[in-house]
């Protein structure tokens, strides 16, 4: 019995690791992604002009919208990829954004939460699983 309970530690040992890989790689990737973002992609600054709610397990989270102009005069409005439970900023409020030349569509505001913050909590939790995976193979 005592040689399969190990077998099966060393298992999950090697699950949680390759787990915690997994989520290391995909940080790595997010980090490259907006790192890409702030070199390649054009600044300027958007307007909040609203927010969007939405609601889970009865709170309402608030995105807010941003209206900015690409390099051609057009008007583009996005919401933002993350937000809170109080708005954090009012209408009218200036907000350094960064979007894509060639699809200006695609864009987000330049601040450490979006562009960030996903990637240093995959990050986090990357430490972990690693942490737990080699403290179960060196027991």
Known sequence: MGARTTLMEYGIG????????????????????SIFKQRVWRKTIGVVTGYQESRRDNQ???????KFTDDSGKQHVFATSTGSQKCLHKVGDSLAVLFNPDAPENATVNSFSDLYAAATIIALLAVGFLGIGIASLLK
């Open 60 to 66: 309402v989270n608030y995105r807010p919208e941003v």
């Open 14 to 33: 090697i699950i949680f690791i390759l787990v915690g890989l997994a989520a290391l790689i995909g940080s790595v990737c997010l980090i490259r992604s």
